[in-house]
């Protein structure tokens, strides 16, 4: 069964870093839209960044545009997001997930297959 597993995350003092890694089995990242999304307590699950792998056309929340970058590792089938300069208000579960041809990269709804996510915790 095809699946998407994250890792990567933990606990980090303001200002630190972290790097989440989205790992596929029995599917392929390659020419695919894969995104990065993150739901904290009580709030609604948003888009962070995503990656079209095909081109490497990438996009990002304004709230972590300058910080955040996303990337993919071919070889390893691998897509990474880098977090730096972290802060408080980045604390959330943290999902990968494989978009369906068509919908808009930030739309939660146009993913078809999701990780079970790790946990970020940034503290002041």
């Known amino acids: 069964q095809a699946q998407l597993v994250e890792s990567g995350g933990g606990s980090v003092q303001a200002g630190g870093s972290l790097r989440l890694s989205c790992v596929a089995s029995r599917y392929s990242l390659s020419s695919r839209g894969v995104a990065w999304f993150r739901q904290s307590l009580g709030k609604e699950r948003e888009a962070v960044a995503s990656?079209?792998?095909?081109?490497?056309?990438?996009y990002y929340a304004d709230s972590v545009k300058g910080r955040f970058t996303i990337s993919h590792d071919i070889a390893k089938n691998t897509v990474i997001l880098q977090m730096n300069s972290l802060k408080p208000e980045d604390t959330a579960m943290y999902y990968c997930?494989?978009?369906?041809?068509?919908?808009?990269?930030?739309?939660?709804?146009?993913?078809?297959?999701w990780g079970q996510g790790t946990q970020v915790t940034v503290s002041s």
């Open positions: 997930a494989v978009r369906a041809p068509g919908g808009r990269w930030y739309e939660p709804s146009a993913y078809q297959m």
């Open positions: 990656i079209w792998t095909g081109s490497g056309a990438t």
